[in-house]
């Protein structure tokens, strides 16, 4: 936990977790300072930028989702963790949707921290992940929660509750070699391909607006869009009214995952739908 009067800086996060952040900052004393960027950004230069200049002589930790969950837009975390700790910042990474989506090598990101599930992009379970924290650093980071070990003692300090849906724990495993099995590289390139169309084939619609980057380097199988003037919770409905398509959404955006069940079909008549909406549909 950050020091009372310290500053922790990140970027976009999902699910509410920027308004339980913020009652952790008022509950213990620290702020948080956002860092924003235009999406899609025209290269990582542009994410370095922004994270450079939100750091002050306060900043203590730096956290960000890797890909931005909200946009599928993957950051330079390499080069984060690096400008990190040049400043004796810590760096932590929420990999939700890296795990399962591309294969990383999460020692050579240098981060010293980084949280994972198995119900995405692992096609789990709800209520199992993965925990990494650094081991030189876990004598300075301790959990929010009771911890019933005495005295608390390296990872396990961080696994300290009293009940665990011990099925889908133990699943975990299976996943995991079922998901080896399927090839991790297969997986990833044939996501890589849907995302690609569909972005491609969307940014010809008019008044589609692509939230996600095209290069390779920054997407992969996940894709944000709008449609000019319809409000991202509509989409979502109409998509799931008319079209019997479920994807998230909210803002000005929804968010479409392309995994390697899917088919290039399925993409073809979201497209189309995409076009209907786009047209005067969604009225």
């Known amino acids: ?22 009652r952790q900052a008022r509950r213990f004393g620290f702020s948080l300072k ?7 950004p025209a290269g990582p230069q542009v994410i370095l930028d922004a994270f450079a200049a939100a750091i002050s002589p306060r900043t203590r930790v730096m956290h960000f989702a890797n890909p931005l969950g909200g946009y599928g837009c993957y950051v330079p975390v390499c080069d984060l963790a690096r400008m990190a700790h040049a400043k004796n910042i ?17 020692k050579e990101w240098e981060v010293d921290g980084f949280a994972c599930n198995s119900h995405k992009w692992l096609c789990g379970a709800a209520g199992a992940g993965m925990l990494y924290v650094r081991r030189e650093i876990q004598d300075r980071v301790w959990p929010n929660i ?17 009940r665990r849906p011990w099925p889908t724990v133990m699943a975990l495993g299976d996943i995991l070699d079922f998901h080896t099995a399927v090839g991790a590289s297969r997986i990833e390139e044939r996501g890589r391909a849907l995302g690609a169309y569909l972005r491609q084939q969307a940014a010809a619609i008019p008044k589609v607006k692509i939230y996600t980057p095209f290069q390779p380097a920054m997407s992969a199988a996940v894709t944000t869009l709008g449609i000019e003037g319809v409000p ?7 998509l799931r009214q008319k079209y ?5 959404g909210g803002g000005d955006r929804i968010r479409f995952s392309t995994h ?4 290039f079909e399925q ?8 076009g209907e909406l786009a047209r005067g549909g969604a009225a």
Not at 1 to 21: L, T
């Open 1 to 22: 936990m950050s020091r009372p009067g310290s500053q922790a800086g990140g970027r976009d996060p999902d699910h509410g977790v920027r308004a339980r952040e913020q």
């Open 34 to 40: 956002e860092v924003t960027f235009p999406l899609p």
């Open 90 to 106: 810590l760096c932590f990474v929420d990999g939700a949707h890296a795990t399962g989506m591309v294969r990383f090598n999460l």
């Open 146 to 162: 009771g911890i019933w070990r005495d005295p608390p003692r390296g990872a396990r300090k961080y696994e300290a509750v009293a």
């Open 232 to 238: 991202g919770a509509r989409l979502k409905e109409l």
């Open 244 to 248: 019997d398509t479920y994807v998230p």
């Open 260 to 263: 390697y069940f899917n088919t």
């Open 267 to 274: 993409v073809d008549r979201v497209l189309a739908a995409l």
